[in-house]
């Protein structure tokens, strides 16, 4: 029993100071469905006290969310594992440490005003048990970190209009990339992200050793733009794409091998160009009105303001 009378399920393992924690959860299929879990209070690398709530509903879909003791909640990620960890295997916290892995959601566009944030519709008890492996012994761990990656953008000197958005990802091989995204950004007034996938099912995040970057806006147009990876040490370019001239996006395929360096980065630029028309029909991208990234729902009851993560945009 925690305090005010609220229970606590579980435990919260602080892996690297302050940025990622697990949330081991037992007996997962024994939860009772219209229920709400908490976790036990820890803190963050800002020294903020946060916790996590997992909603299980009436049929079972189950939702994730973050109560962070203060407005501005840092961009994080978070996957589901089951079946429990092998920790002679790899490290704690790792994917590579787990038998079964769910695909990764990241909460990129998180409302400044808000003090929680939640993805509602991970995945469902079905999943979960389907996921569980041979031997496993029924838990859940949920490994959730506070991301480091940076992104900074810049306008390109003697083009009108064009924007450089350069994205630092430290450590790559060290963290779940099935999928992992980027902050988003903004471009004649339309959101876009990059992201970093890998060919894998809908529901695990085990695939070939390929990786594909691209840029993604829920519009599904992007304007005329170039990508390029570079190892962020030295600067040396280890794959580029021309600038495409339509709005399509353009796929780059990544072997695992070149995120095996201490950092990367990510370059694409944006020109002002394709039918004028498609960017006038696109939504905007005003911060109050984010609906095609994030959404804010009021609990009338307690006046409690929660950001809705849209993972797909």
Request: aromatic share 10%; hydrophobic share 35%.
């Amino acid at each position: 029993m925690g305090f005010f009378g609220k229970d606590r399920t579980g435990t919260v393992e602080t892996v690297t100071t302050g940025r990622r924690f697990i949330w081991h959860i037992p007996d997962i299929e024994g939860k009772r469905f219209n229920t709400v879990l908490d976790s036990a209070l820890v803190n963050s690398f800002q020294g903020v006290e946060f916790h996590f709530h997992l909603i299980i509903g009436l049929r079972g879909d189950i939702g994730f969310y973050v109560h962070h003791k203060r407005e501005r909640i840092p961009k994080y990620s978070f996957f589901f594992a089951v079946g429990g960890a092998n920790t002679e295997r790899a490290g704690r916290g790792t994917v590579a440490a787990y038998k079964s892995v769910m695909r990764q959601h990241t909460a990129h566009t998180i409302p400044v005003d808000t003090e929680r944030c939640g993805h509602w519709n991970v995945c469902n008890m079905d999943d979960l048990k389907q996921q569980q492996p041979e031997g496993g012994d029924g838990s859940l761990d949920i490994v959730f970190t506070f991301d480091n990656d940076v992104l900074a953008a810049s306008p390109i000197p003697g083009e009108d209009g064009a924007k450089s958005f350069t994205w630092v990802l430290p450590s790559p091989t060290a963290r779940c990339l099935t999928p992992f995204t980027s902050h988003s950004f903004t471009f004649n007034g339309v959101y876009y992200v990059i992201r970093i996938d890998k060919k894998a099912g809908v529901s695990d995040a085990n695939g070939d050793d390929i990786y594909s970057a691209f840029v993604f806006s829920r519009t599904g147009l992007v304007p005329p733009h170039d990508v390029q990876l570079s190892d962020q040490r030295d600067g040396a370019v280890l794959l580029s794409l021309p600038r495409t001239e339509d709005m399509s996006t353009q796929l780059m395929t990544i072997p695992a091998a070149l995120f095996e360096r201490e950092a990367v980065k990510f370059t694409v630029t944006m020109h002002r160009g394709g039918n004028p028309l498609d960017v006038l029909n696109a939504p905007p991208a005003e911060l109050e009105d984010k609906k095609e990234v994030a959404a804010l729902a009021e609990d009338d009851k307690k006046a409690k303001k929660y950001g809705i993560a849209m993972d797909d945009l």
